[in-house]
């Protein structure tokens, strides 16, 4: 069965460093997204992305993130300068159409130090 | 943000018993309910989603009803079984552009062998 597939596993990086999360979404879903959870809390929406624009962001998204989808495969997450409250599990998620079920990765553990 | 509520944060059942899982939302404008499973180290896995416009829907072992009026839904897994071992989130979404998605807190359903 197809699948999201996120890299790296495990992210460990200084407060202030730029990050990029990786995923390669279901390879014909159209719409792609990212979630943070933070360790103890809700699964929390980040962003939306179709059509090589976002659709939707979140109040979490401000200008120290940013989405791509560089070349028609894989959709990144930059985190320009990271804080130490950007440590969390990220997921990166793709569906068919907007109204269909998302499929998850099995997420990024960013730990910023 | 309390629009999706699992106020159990674990359950236990024997096996072969029926597990039932509780949501309750605050938005009336949501209009499609999921429910996804969480093992360790992965991400959410899809089970089973509902429309608004439905108050049943079976797939398998699990079945979702929906209470619109209640504002409540619910996952019945029968029979349980221990591979079911696992964190449960509730989501929903609204019709917008994107369908993101706001997760409940999570329930941890452990099956007893």
């Known amino acids: 069965e197809p699948e999201v597939t996120q890299t790296p596993s495990h992210q460990v990086t200084q407060m202030g460093q730029e990050v990029i999360l990786r995923c390669v979404p279901i390879s014909n879903h159209l719409y792609f997204y990212w979630y943070r959870q933070i360790l103890g809390q809700k699964v929390e929406f980040l962003v939306s992305f179709y059509n090589n624009e976002i659709s939707e962001k979140s109040e979490i998204f401000d200008d120290q993130f940013s989405v791509e989808r560089p070349d028609g495969s894989n959709f990144t997450l930059k985190i320009r300068s990271t804080k130490l409250e950007d440590s969390a599990m990220y997921f990166c998620?793709?569906?068919?159409?907007?109204?269909?079920?998302?499929?998850f990765g099995d997420g990024t553990r960013l730990s910023i130090l | 943000d309390q629009q999706v509520k699992q106020n159990s944060p674990s359950l236990s059942v024997q096996e072969g018993r029926i597990s039932i899982l509780n949501c309750d939302y605050t938005?009336?404008?949501?209009?499609?309910f999921l429910w996804y499973k969480k093992y360790p180290a992965e991400g959410p896995t899809f089970l089973i989603s509902i429309s608004s416009i439905k108050d049943k829907n079976e797939d398998g072992r699990f079945t979702v009803f929906l209470n619109k009026s209640a504002k409540h839904l619910s996952l019945h897994i029968v029979p349980s079984q221990p591979g079911d071992s696992a964190v449960y989130f509730c989501?929903?979404?609204?019709?917008?552009?994107?369908?993101?998605?706001?997760f409940g807190t999570g329930t941890r359903l452990k099956v007893l062998a």
């Open positions: 938005n009336s404008m949501f209009d499609y």
């Open positions: 998620a793709s569906s068919v159409k907007a109204e269909q079920p998302q499929h």
């Open positions: 989501a929903a979404s609204v019709p917008s552009g994107t369908y993101k998605y706001i």
